[in-house]
């Protein structure tokens, strides 16, 4: 029995319920009697028979609490954490003590900040996950938020300026909209499985970069230096009217007076306000990438360090740094000092041979030390820097894991962060800097944590090739399935964390190995072992995967026979890729918000992120490129796929459209696989709202029960 329409669920679970219920007496014990797993509100399970609700195991929700950012004056934290359906702000006093709700509804928050007088604070909100963010202002007093940012537009970073001087922020427009009858969810309010892709957070400051780009400032004794302070001609990059890209000011507290900065048919990123007030943002377009700073008035932009004739900004200083990451030199992402009053930049720490993913700035006027973040062997080590001395690492008792979100507080000496191990989902911490101490302000994860170990193996062309490994209880024994979990991105990277729900009763219940790989073109790496994917050479990272299954089948104790790969967004293209390869040596795969046709993809991707994309997939508008995108486009082959199949897709995905989940789903099932199709109306690109999750982890859990068991799918 196949559910496909969300009134007849809810009326056979009545009927079935009251049918159940009736009967128990004559039938004693109601534990005999297990209870149907149930659809999300929004959601609809297509060729998905109906199974009993399994009791995963740490399926339900622990307290992750995520640091959004400080409160001006204070010692607490704004922290997001799930409250009803989604993801919700909160307010935290201080260490252990309770989160108090400052936001509800179905949607969740992305973000959030105070503004630095803390009359009132601003957070992001989407509808449905769209990623239509929009900036809303909730006032300290605690009445309802009000609306900054116009709906159909979508807010992608946001700073404040000092001295009360309102609000910066990037938008981007919107082109495409929902399907005729497709639903949306209209609530008036504003991942997906625990290896879901993750909702992403807009930046509340733009203090990253690329990994290389032409940022438009001059090396510190570079020649011609007086070059950094002579104007560009900005009119090849900008527009004079709203476009595609804009940079934006506007008043919190009056939001109808907004003021237009600067406006791109290309990109605007890298949102950043100095020290001075100076607001500065990357334009790419054409291929073309430049830093430009924008005067507040709109007038215009000019390159860094021509920016103190325009009388940008409230200071007089004679410097005005800046500090932001880059990998201009060597392999990896390492720190940059920028000048901005002279338009120079200085690369600092150019030798650690490890991956600067995060920095904290001090507070202007402060003396404390930047804060930054590498990735060690795929390690979050945390060092504390004062330029002209060597880094000193703090928080080094810390479980191994991931720290992100670190930030100083404005005025007090304390360094903020959250941290993810195989102890808990997600921790805050407080590095005191006075007394040198790293506390926790929440608690830790519940139960036996899962440790990952590294397993190790050589691709194709004898590369390298590594990924995290859970291996199953002792209990098990003999050779145990296998469940091959692909990370999205694709530069993004499989890291140590906190292993729950469905993918922890894999391998407690179902006694599964679990493999997390690193695939070429992942993060992490280097700049080399990054690219090794683009273009022409993506398939290379699925023969990876197949050199993976190699392995698998030398090892005594996995079963060679019992291999599940599921991967979300780009990993949902490498399950599918791998299953119209490898399809013989799988007993299924999990395909979650996935790319089933590049060409398809990028022409109905939102604009504001295909030229992105074609960078690293490749240009569908040249016609050798269409033609090698199309040939290796799942779609194409699938025919090839002749082992059981899982489809997950939001129908508001902005950046792998529902269309590319259609298309797959019915081409497979043309040839005859079984297919299980789940879907969601008020779901983007991952799976937030908690009873769509819920049923997405008891399926995903079935589905791979049914098919490294040898179970029907289809009733």
């Known amino acids: 029995m196949s559910t496909r329409s969300t009134m007849s669920r809810r009326g056979w679970l009545r009927l079935a319920g009251g049918t159940l219920a009736a009967l128990q007496p004559l039938f004693g014990d109601a534990s005999l009697w297990a209870a149907p797993a149930r659809l999300g509100e929004n959601m609809t399970a297509d060729g998905v028979p109906r199974f009993e609700h399994h009791a995963l195991g740490g399926e339900r929700e622990l307290p992750a609490l995520r640091f959004a950012g400080w409160h001006p004056v204070k010692p607490e934290m704004l922290v997001l954490m799930r409250r009803g359906p989604s993801q919700q702000l909160h307010r935290l006093a201080g260490p252990g003590l309770a989160p108090e709700p400052l936001t509800e509804g179905r949607d969740g928050v992305g973000s959030a900040k105070w503004e630095p007088t803390a009359g009132y604070l601003v957070f992001t909100r989407d509808q449905g996950g769209n990623e239509a963010w929009r900036l809303y202002r909730l006032d300290a007093g605690g009445d309802a938020p009000v609306a900054i940012t116009p709906e159909g537009e979508r807010v992608s970073e946001y700073a404040f300026l000092p001295a009360g001087q309102g609000l910066v922020y990037l938008q981007e427009r919107l082109d495409r909209r929902p399907r005729p009858g497709t639903p949306v969810e209209d609530d008036g309010e504003d991942g997906g499985e625990d290896e879901r892709v993750e909702a992403p957070r807009v930046a509340a400051s733009g203090v990253e970069s690329a990994l290389a780009v032409d940022d438009g400032m001059k090396d510190v004794g570079q020649e011609g230096a007086k070059d950094a302070a002579r104007e560009v001609d900005a009119s090849k990059l900008l527009s004079t009217s709203p ?97 901005v009053a002279h338009g120079r930049h200085r690369n600092e720490l150019t030798d650690v041979g490890a991956d600067l993913e995060g920095l904290a700035e001090p507070p202007a006027g402060s003396d404390r030390p930047l804060a930054l973040v590498y990735n060690v062997a795929g390690v979050s080590a945390l060092r504390l820097y004062r330029p002209g001395t060597s880094p000193v690492e703090i928080a080094q008792d810390l479980a191994p894991g991931v720290i992100r979100g670190v930030s100083w507080h404005p005025t007090l000496p304390l360094l903020g962060f959250e941290q993810v191990s195989a102890e808990s989902p997600s921790r805050l911490y407080v590095h005191a800097l006075e007394e040198g101490t790293t506390r926790p302000w929440s608690a830790a994860g519940e139960g036996v944590p899962l440790r990952s170990a590294v397993l190790r193996w050589k691709s194709f062309d004898g590369l390298e090739i590594t990924g995290l490994h859970i291996a199953p209880p002792a209990r098990f024994t003999g050779p145990r399935p296998v469940y ?37 073109g992942s993060d992490g790496f280097g700049k080399t072992f990054l690219k090794l994917d683009n273009g022409r050479l993506r398939e290379d990272a699925v023969k990876d995967v197949s050199a993976l299954l190699d392995l698998v089948a030398t090892r005594s104790d996995m079963d060679a026979a019992r291999v599940v790969v599921a991967g979300g967004s780009y990993g949902g293209y490498l399950s599918l890729a791998v299953a119209t390869h490898e399809s013989p040596r799988l007993a299924g795969s999990i395909c979650r918000v996935g790319i089933a046709n590049f060409v398809s993809f990028l022409e109905n991707t939102e604009s504001y992120r295909r030229d992105n994309r074609r960078a690293e997939y490749g240009d569908e508008r040249d016609p050798a490129m269409r033609e090698f995108l199309t040939s290796i486009s799942p779609l194409t082959h699938a025919e090839a796929v002749r082992k059981p199949l899982m489809v997950v897709h939001g129908r508001n995905d902005p950046r792998v459209p529902f269309g590319e989940a259609q298309a797959m789903v019915a081409a497979v099932r043309a040839q005859g696989t079984p297919v299980w199709f789940v879907s969601a109306s008020d779901e983007g690109h991952s799976f937030t709202k908690a009873d769509n999750r819920a049923y997405l982890n008891q399926a995903s859990f079935e589905f791979v029960r049914r098919v490294i068991g040898g179970i029907s799918l289809e009733r």
């Open 243 to 339: 476009a595609l890209a804009n940079l934006w000011w506007v008043d919190p507290a009056r939001p109808q007076e907004r003021r237009l900065l600067g406006a791109t048919a290309g990109r605007l990123t890298g949102l950043r306000v100095s020290p001075a007030g100076r607001v500065l943002a990357m334009v790419t377009r054409d291929g073309r990438s430049q830093t430009l700073a924008f005067a507040l008035d709109g007038s215009g932009a000019r390159a860094p360090g021509a920016a103190a004739r325009l009388g940008l900004g409230t200071g007089e200083r004679t410097e005005d740094i800046l500090w932001r990451r880059n990998a201009a030199v060597g392999e990896f992402r390492h720190l940059v000092r920028d000048d």
């Open 484 to 520: 091959i979990s692909l990370h999205g991105g694709p530069s993004s990277q499989a890291r140590p964390g906190y292993v729950a729900g469905v993918l922890r009763a894999l391998v407690e219940q179902l006694g599964m190995h679990l493999v997390m790989p690193n695939v070429r």
